[in-house]
């Protein structure tokens, strides 16, 4: 079964940084990219970051390109999200899936509620 379990995010202030993790099970994660995706409140979810299967390629959406990096650790089946500069637009609900996960039928995770307020 597959599964992402998301965890680390927080209400932290404007300019503050929080580092996310997402650990998979179910598939062979050494073997699949990876993509941490965003819902903020009364907006369509969002792709934000992917990272190839080796981890040497990953994407940004422009909104956090140059303050969020995305990484990951192939034997723990972890993806982490490192999140810099946070901007009150951040706030939002963040998940992580495979890449193109809908072609796999993969679940959505419960999420990680960040709130950058001050």
């Known amino acids: 079964q597959v599964q992402f379990v998301e965890s680390g995010g927080g209400l932290v202030q404007p300019g503050g940084s929080l580092r996310l993790s997402c650990t998979a099970s179910?598939?062979?994660?050494?073997?699949?990219?990876m993509s941490w995706h965003r819902q903020a409140p009364g907006k369509e979810r969002e792709l934000i970051a992917t990272i190839n299967f080796g981890g040497g390629t990953t994407n940004f959406a422009d909104a956090v390109k140059g303050r969020f990096t995305i990484s990951r650790d192939i034997p723990k089946n972890t993806v982490f999200l490192q999140m810099n500069s946070l901007k009150p637009d951040d706030t939002a609900v963040y998940y992580c899936r495979r890449t193109r996960g809908n072609m796999y039928g993969d679940p959505w995770g419960q999420g990680t509620q960040v709130t950058v307020s001050s």
């Open positions: 179910g598939f062979s994660f050494r073997n699949y990219a």
